[in-house]
């Protein structure tokens, strides 16, 4: 049994008026190592084993390695900038 609004799109699916924002699908994320989360910001890797372990930048634990979200290092950057002057 599913339910539906009046113009019986099913809530809950892609385009229902339940979904506020759409998140990407898991196959559309583009994951980024360390190493290349380090090169785009232009740190160490240190510090984004620190901004991870702090939890500032979202990443997944695989192995003994961490992948992370390239949109997690866009979100932080964009809420990390501030205006000088």
Known sequence: MSTSDAAGTPRGVAGGPSNERLEPS?????????AE???VMRVSKMTV???V???ELTAVRV????RVP???VHDYLRDAFIEAG
């Open 26 to 34: 898991l196959a559309e994320v583009k994951f980024l190592t360390v």
């Open 37 to 39: 989360v380090a090169a």
């Open 49 to 51: 084993y620190r901004l």
């Open 53 to 55: 372990h702090s939890g």
């Open 63 to 66: 192995g003994r390695s961490f």
């Open 70 to 72: 390239e949109q997690a």
